[in-house]
């Protein structure tokens, strides 16, 4: 198959990328800097350049993962807008190009996030749990409306991905140089949730909803044993055979990182994959120890 993804440079893109490729597909990357890209073909997007309009007609799927990393500068007005705008703007201009050439046979995967939820406490969610006025739910919504515009012109998946395990990069690569230190410890109370997902996971979510002709609509794309932070953490420190023994006060991260301290650390969702889990979806890393045992061992 020829498969599109926008936003491949990121971490889940590339390893999405370099799947596809070894099974053989034609993978066409959507980048602001074609010359870069490893594996696939680097078109160019973005400004008023629009060859890359041609790939999305010819394509039997279009997967959109792009957008800036929410947790990479700290939320000030400008790096909200820029937020919004690196989800919300290329995921309408991809909805365009697709409406502009209807397909029901091409599948549009596009990223949404766990964050839809706001933060919930110890309430479980599924996909029909409503979200609430934060900042990342309203942006969530807002991004997953854009993807829902091209439903009649391609069978469209939303995935609302959570925290995404991998040693290539994202929370976990981060986390893992003070804990293997023993340096490593709670945040906070430690009793918000995480719903993680093992990068081989969400590689094969994306795989199957390209598959899959029944799937369609929003999926929360996180395994099915979400875990406390406490949890989290104790997990980490027995499968690196190192103590956790230094926490990080609430207080500390809310003076370090301002107003992103609280919705991406302090609080959290618990997420279940009710959708995936109904429609045949098979997880290989289910459980936290499973997943980390994998990935550090």
Same mark, same amino acid.
């Given at each position: 198959?020829?498969?599109?993804?926008?936003?491949?440079?990121?971490?889940?893109?590339?390893?999405?990328?370099?799947?596809?490729?070894?099974?053989?597909?034609?993978?066409?990357?959507?980048?602001?800097?074609?010359?870069? #890209?490893?594996?696939?073909?680097?078109?160019?997007?973005?400004?008023?350049?629009?060859?890359?309009?041609?790939?999305?007609?010819?394509?039997?799927? #279009?997967?959109?993962?792009?957008?800036?990393?929410?947790?990479?500068?700290?939320?000030?007005?400008?790096?909200?807008?820029?937020?919004?705008?690196?989800? #919300?703007?290329?995921?309408?201009?991809?909805?365009?190009?697709?409406?502009?050439?209807?397909?029901?046979?091409?599948?549009?995967?596009?990223?949404?996030?766990?964050?839809?939820?706001?933060?919930?406490?110890?309430?479980?969610?599924?996909?029909?749990?409503?979200?609430?006025?934060?900042?990342?739910?309203?942006?969530?919504?807002?991004?997953?409306?854009?993807?829902?515009?091209?439903?009649?012109?391609?069978?469209?998946?939303?995935?609302?991905?959570?925290?995404?395990?991998?040693?290539?990069?994202?929370?976990?690569?981060?986390?893992?140089?003070?804990?293997?230190?023993?340096?490593?410890?709670?945040?906070?109370?430690?009793?918000?949730?995480?719903?993680?997902?093992?990068?081989?996971?969400?590689?094969?979510?994306?795989?199957?909803?390209?598959?899959?002709?029944?799937?369609?609509?929003?999926?929360?794309?996180?395994?099915?044993?979400?875990?406390?932070?406490?949890?989290?953490?104790?997990?980490?420190?027995?499968?690196?055979?190192? *103590?956790?023994?230094? *926490? #990080?006060?609430?207080?500390?991260?809310?003076?370090?990182?301002?107003?992103?301290?609280?919705?991406?650390?302090?609080?959290?969702?618990?997420?279940?994959?009710?959708?995936?889990?109904?429609?045949?979806?098979?997880?290989?890393?289910?459980?936290?120890?499973?997943?980390?045992?994998?990935?550090?061992?």
């Amino acid at each position: 198959m020829k498969i599109v993804i926008a936003g491949g440079s990121g971490l889940v893109g590339q390893a999405l990328a370099e799947k596809l490729s070894k099974r053989g597909d034609d993978v066409v990357i959507l980048t602001r800097e074609p010359a870069s #890209v490893r594996t696939g073909r680097g078109i160019a997007w973005g400004g008023s350049d629009r060859g890359w309009k041609a790939e999305i007609r010819g394509a039997s799927a #279009v997967v959109n993962l792009a957008g800036s990393g929410i947790a990479d500068k700290r939320w000030t007005g400008r790096r909200k807008k820029e937020l919004r705008e690196s989800r #919300v703007v290329s995921t309408r201009a991809l909805a365009d190009a697709m409406i502009d050439a209807p397909d029901p046979n091409r599948t549009f995967v596009s990223a949404s996030a766990v964050g839809y939820y706001g933060a919930r406490g110890d309430e479980e969610l599924d996909e029909a749990s409503r979200p609430d006025e934060s900042f990342l739910s309203k942006l969530s919504v807002e991004w997953e409306s854009e993807a829902l515009r091209a439903s009649d012109a391609s069978r469209v998946v939303v995935l609302r991905i959570g925290i995404v395990l991998s040693t290539r990069g994202g929370a976990l690569a981060k986390m893992l140089p003070p804990f293997r230190l023993g340096a490593g410890g709670r945040l906070g109370s430690g009793k918000q949730w995480m719903s993680w997902i093992h990068l081989d996971d969400l590689v094969a979510m994306i795989e199957w909803s390209i598959a899959t002709p029944g799937v369609r609509g929003a999926y929360n794309a996180t395994a099915p044993a979400p875990v406390t932070n406490a949890e989290f953490t104790r997990v980490l420190s027995r499968t690196l055979s190192r *103590p956790a023994i230094v *926490p #990080v006060p609430a207080f500390a991260l809310r003076a370090l990182l301002g107003e992103m301290a609280g919705p991406l650390l302090l609080t959290g969702q618990r997420v279940l994959p009710e959708r995936a889990a109904g429609a045949g979806f098979r997880f290989q890393h289910p459980t936290l120890d499973e997943a980390l045992t994998s990935l550090l061992r």
